[in-house]
C-alpha cells in the first residue's frame, strides 16, 4: 500500500450501478483509496454508466470532455489523476471510448471490477487498459466486503446485488447485450454480505437484479434455490427487519414467491412489476412474452396473497407500431391496477435491438403527448393511493435527517417517503406512525408510539 489516495466514483443510472459503485470503491480501500465526494480533488475518478437513456454514450462523452479539464488542472499541480469508466457504456463501446477519448485510462466492463486494483495498477504503469470480457469467473466471489465503518455510514438501508444480466431480450432493451447472460449469486456468499449488513446495523435490504425473480443461484444443499426459499433464510437473519426485491419479471412470479408474500411479515407488500404497455399487440411486438391476461392473473394472484400490495411499473409509450388504440388500452390498464406509482419514458431506439430496426416508428411529437397524458394517468392514480392513507398507522422505518431541524425520513412498508418530527436517536428504528397528510410525493406523519426498537447507531 502506497498511502493514501482519493476516489471519486460518479453513479448514473439504476439501483444496480449505485451498489456497483459501492462495491467498487470497498474493492480498491485495501489499496488506500479512500472516497471523496467531488473530482477536483481525486487520484481515480470512475464514471459508472448507464445504457439506459437516450444517447447515452453521446453523455459520457460529453462527461468526459470535463474530466479532460480535471486532469489537465491535476497535471498542472503535478498531480497524476487517472480516469475510468465502467458500467453499461464501458461494455459496449469497449475500445471505441480510449480511441473517441484519450483522457481515459481504464474501461472496465460490468463482469470486471474484482480487477479493479490489477487493472488500475496496470493503468498506471502502461496508459490505456480496455478489459470488457465476459469472465467464466464469479466477481461476486472475488469483490471485497465493505468495512463495518462504511455500511454504518451508508445508512440503515441497503442494495444486494443477487442476480445479473437477462435471457429475456425485450426487443426495446440493451441488457442482454451490456450484462450479459442471465446469472445468480451463490445463496451462501448472499447470505454471508446480509449478515454482515444487519451486524452493522442495516434494517432493511432490497435484493436487486435485472430479472431478480428469475433468481435461480446455487443453495447450501447444492441445488439451485429460487428467490423465494432465498427470502424465506434471509428473513431469519437477526435484526434484519425489512426485506424487497426488484425488478421482477411477470413471467417469473412463480406461486411460491406470491406466497411469500403472504406467509413472510419481514417481505414488505411493495412490488415494481414492469409491464411496459397495456396493448397485447405491442406486448408481442416488444418480445414481453406475456399478454395483458397474463399479467393481470399475476396481479389478482399477488393481491389474494396479500390484499393491501401496493404495485409500480415501467411503461414505454410510442414503440413501433404504437396506435392510439394500442396506448388507450396502456391508459386502461393503469386505471384498472391503481398503481402508487410508475416510472413512464418515451420508447427511443437502442442500436443492437430489434426495435431500432422495426418500421412504424412513431413520430416524437405523438410519444411527447401520448408520455404526458400517461403521466397525468400514473399522478392520478399514485394522488389516489396516497390519500387513503391518510388516518391510517403503519411501521415507518426511519431512515435519515430531514431537510428541517428536528425533522426525519423514513418510508412506509409501500416505500412512500414519510416525514415526521422526532429525535435523529431513533433513525434506524421502526415506529408507528400515523398519516396526517399528504403532498405530491411524500406522506407526512406523526409518531403515535415511541419504538420499541433501539436505533440501529446505539
Ligand atoms: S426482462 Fe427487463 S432486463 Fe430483460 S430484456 Fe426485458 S426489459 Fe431488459
Redesign the pocket.
Given at each position: 500500500m502506497t498511502g493514501l489516495r482519493k476516489l471519486f466514483v460518479k453513479s448514473f443510472g439504476c439501483q444496480m450501478n449505485v451498489y456497483d459503485s459501492q462495491r467498487m470503491a470497498d474493492t480498491l480501500a485495501p489499496e488506500g483509496y479512500v472516497e471523496t465526494s467531488t473530482g477536483e480533488d481525486a487520484d481515480l475518478i470512475i464514471l459508472n454508466t448507464c445504457h439506459i437513456r437516450e444517447k447515452a454514450a453521446e453523455k459520457v462523452y460529453s462527461e468526459l470532455g470535463r474530466m479532460r479539464r480535471l486532469k489537465e488542472a491535476a497535471a498542472a499541480d503535478g498531480r497524476k489523476l487517472l480516469i475510468a469508466v465502467a458500467g453499461c457504456v464501458a461494455q459496449a463501446e469497449g475500445e471505441e471510448i480510449v480511441r473517441r477519448a484519450p483522457t481515459v485510462d481504464l474501461v472496465v466492463g460490468s463482469q470486471n471490477y474484482h480487477r479493479l486494483p490489477a487493472l488500475v495498477a496496470r493503468a498506471q504503469r502502461d496508459g490505456h487498459v480496455v478489459d470488457t470480457e465476459f469472465p467464466l469467473d464469479d466477481k461476486f466471489e472475488h469483490l471485497a466486503a465493505p468495512a463495518a465503518a462504511a455500511t454504518r455510514a451508508r445508512g440503515v438501508t441497503a442494495f444486494v446485488t443477487v442476480q445479473e444480466g437477462?435471457d429475456?431480450?425485450?426487443t426495446?432493451?440493451v441488457?442482454?447485450y451490456t450484462r450479459g447472460a442471465e446469472t445468480s449469486r451463490r445463496v451462501d456468499t448472499i447470505m454471508a454480505e446480509a449478515e454482515r449488513l444487519a451486524d452493522a446495523g442495516v434494517r432493511e435490504i432490497t435484493l436487486i437484479g435485472?430479472?431478480v425473480n428469475a433468481y435461480h443461484g446455487a443453495g447450501p444443499d447444492g441445488r439451485p434455490w429460487s428467490l423465494a426459499c432465498l427470502l424465506e433464510q434471509l428473513a431469519q437473519i437477526r435484526g434484519l427487519e425489512r426485506l424487497r426485491y426488484t425488478?421482477s419479471?411477470p413471467l417469473d412470479m412463480g406461486d411460491d414467491l406470491i406466497a411469500m408474500h403472504r406467509d413472510l411479515p419481514a417481505l414488505m407488500p411493495q412490488l415494481h412489476l414492469?409491464v411496459q404497455s397495456g396493448s397485447d399487440r405491442i406486448l408481442a411486438a416488444m418480445n414481453r412474452r406475456h399478454t395483458r391476461a397474463d399479467y393481470m392473473d399475476v396481479v389478482c394472484r399477488l393481491l389474494e396473497a396479500r390484499s393491501d400490495m401496493a404495485l409500480t411499473s415501467d411503461f414505454i409509450v410510442g414503440f413501433p407500431g404504437e396506435t392510439e388504440e394500442d396506448f388507450a388500452a396502456t391508459l386502461r390498464l393503469v386505471g384498472e391496477i391503481g398503481y402508487s406509482g410508475a416510472f413512464s419514458f418515451k420508447y427511443s431506439p437502442r442500436p443492437g435491438t430489434r426495435g431500432a430496426e422495426m418500421g412504424e416508428q412513431v413520430d416524437e411529437a405523438t410519444k411527447t403527448d401520448r408520455l404526458h397524458r400517461l403521466q397525468h394517468e400514473i399522478d392520478r392514480n399514485r394522488a389516489t393511493f396516497n390519500r387513503r392513507c391518510v388516518g391510517r398507522t403503519f411501521p415507518v422505518l426511519l431512515e435519515r435527517p430531514g431537510r428541517h431541524a428536528g425533522q426525519i425520513v423514513g418510508r412506509s412498508p409501500y416505500l412512500q417517503p414519510v416525514q415526521i418530527e422526532a429525535p435523529t436517536s431513533l433513525i434506524g428504528a421502526i415506529a408507528a406512525v400515523t398519516i396526517a397528510e399528504v403532498a405530491s410525493n411524500s406522506l407526512f406523519g406523526t409518531l403515535k408510539r415511541e419504538p420499541a426498537l433501539a436505533g440501529a447507531g446505539a
Amino acid at each position: 500500500m502506497t498511502g493514501l489516495r482519493k476516489l471519486f466514483v460518479k453513479s448514473f443510472g439504476c439501483q444496480m450501478n449505485v451498489y456497483d459503485s459501492q462495491r467498487m470503491a470497498d474493492t480498491l480501500a485495501p489499496e488506500g483509496y479512500v472516497e471523496t465526494s467531488t473530482g477536483e480533488d481525486a487520484d481515480l475518478i470512475i464514471l459508472n454508466t448507464c445504457h439506459i437513456r437516450e444517447k447515452a454514450a453521446e453523455k459520457v462523452y460529453s462527461e468526459l470532455g470535463r474530466m479532460r479539464r480535471l486532469k489537465e488542472a491535476a497535471a498542472a499541480d503535478g498531480r497524476k489523476l487517472l480516469i475510468a469508466v465502467a458500467g453499461c457504456v464501458a461494455q459496449a463501446e469497449g475500445e471505441e471510448i480510449v480511441r473517441r477519448a484519450p483522457t481515459v485510462d481504464l474501461v472496465v466492463g460490468s463482469q470486471n471490477y474484482h480487477r479493479l486494483p490489477a487493472l488500475v495498477a496496470r493503468a498506471q504503469r502502461d496508459g490505456h487498459v480496455v478489459d470488457t470480457e465476459f469472465p467464466l469467473d464469479d466477481k461476486f466471489e472475488h469483490l471485497a466486503a465493505p468495512a463495518a465503518a462504511a455500511t454504518r455510514a451508508r445508512g440503515v438501508t441497503a442494495f444486494v446485488t443477487v442476480q445479473e444480466g437477462c435471457d429475456k431480450f425485450c426487443t426495446f432493451c440493451v441488457v442482454p447485450y451490456t450484462r450479459g447472460a442471465e446469472t445468480s449469486r451463490r445463496v451462501d456468499t448472499i447470505m454471508a454480505e446480509a449478515e454482515r449488513l444487519a451486524d452493522a446495523g442495516v434494517r432493511e435490504i432490497t435484493l436487486i437484479g435485472q430479472n431478480v425473480n428469475a433468481y435461480h443461484g446455487a443453495g447450501p444443499d447444492g441445488r439451485p434455490w429460487s428467490l423465494a426459499c432465498l427470502l424465506e433464510q434471509l428473513a431469519q437473519i437477526r435484526g434484519l427487519e425489512r426485506l424487497r426485491y426488484t425488478t421482477s419479471h411477470p413471467l417469473d412470479m412463480g406461486d411460491d414467491l406470491i406466497a411469500m408474500h403472504r406467509d413472510l411479515p419481514a417481505l414488505m407488500p411493495q412490488l415494481h412489476l414492469p409491464v411496459q404497455s397495456g396493448s397485447d399487440r405491442i406486448l408481442a411486438a416488444m418480445n414481453r412474452r406475456h399478454t395483458r391476461a397474463d399479467y393481470m392473473d399475476v396481479v389478482c394472484r399477488l393481491l389474494e396473497a396479500r390484499s393491501d400490495m401496493a404495485l409500480t411499473s415501467d411503461f414505454i409509450v410510442g414503440f413501433p407500431g404504437e396506435t392510439e388504440e394500442d396506448f388507450a388500452a396502456t391508459l386502461r390498464l393503469v386505471g384498472e391496477i391503481g398503481y402508487s406509482g410508475a416510472f413512464s419514458f418515451k420508447y427511443s431506439p437502442r442500436p443492437g435491438t430489434r426495435g431500432a430496426e422495426m418500421g412504424e416508428q412513431v413520430d416524437e411529437a405523438t410519444k411527447t403527448d401520448r408520455l404526458h397524458r400517461l403521466q397525468h394517468e400514473i399522478d392520478r392514480n399514485r394522488a389516489t393511493f396516497n390519500r387513503r392513507c391518510v388516518g391510517r398507522t403503519f411501521p415507518v422505518l426511519l431512515e435519515r435527517p430531514g431537510r428541517h431541524a428536528g425533522q426525519i425520513v423514513g418510508r412506509s412498508p409501500y416505500l412512500q417517503p414519510v416525514q415526521i418530527e422526532a429525535p435523529t436517536s431513533l433513525i434506524g428504528a421502526i415506529a408507528a406512525v400515523t398519516i396526517a397528510e399528504v403532498a405530491s410525493n411524500s406522506l407526512f406523519g406523526t409518531l403515535k408510539r415511541e419504538p420499541a426498537l433501539a436505533g440501529a447507531g446505539a
